[in-house]
């Protein structure tokens, strides 16, 4: 059974730190690309970053996220992170992360196999 399970979302003031992870089962881990996709109320979802398995690859970020978010892999773990820093009040949504067809990342948006069931974060002073 394939899971998505998001952690580490929450509240923090603008200019903080939130790290979200997502744990994957129930596939083959390197054979995917994941990515971390947001929601605000009342709009569709919109990409942040993906990233795929192979070592010599750049992940991929939304404008919003570049320079403010890392995303990362770790395949023992099967556990992809994003970090986000220097967080505002506009970044407020659901984030969820998901699994791609296949292990690349271009128009990774619209080849989403599987979703996590989100999970919130929350900027305001």
């Known amino acids: 059974q394939v899971q998505l399970v998001e952690s580490g979302g929450g509240s923090v003031q603008p200019g903080g730190s939130l790290r979200l992870s997502c744990v994957a089962s129930g596939f083959t881990f390197d054979d995917h690309a994941i990515a971390w996709l947001r929601k605000f109320p009342e709009k569709e979802r919109e990409g942040v970053s993906c990233?795929?398995?192979?070592?010599?690859?750049?992940?991929y970020y939304s404008e919003s996220a570049e320079g403010r978010f890392t995303i990362s892999r770790d395949a023992a773990k099967k556990t992809v992170y994003l970090q986000m820093n220097n967080l505002r009040p506009e970044d407020t949504a659901m984030y969820y992360c998901?699994?791609?067809?296949?292990?690349?990342?271009?128009?990774?948006?619209?080849?989403?196999?599987?979703w996590g069931r989100g999970i919130r974060v929350t900027v305001s002073s």
């Open positions: 998901a699994r791609i067809a296949s292990n690349y990342c271009s128009d990774y948006h619209a080849r989403v196999t599987w």
């Open positions: 990233i795929d398995s192979h070592p010599r690859s750049s992940p």
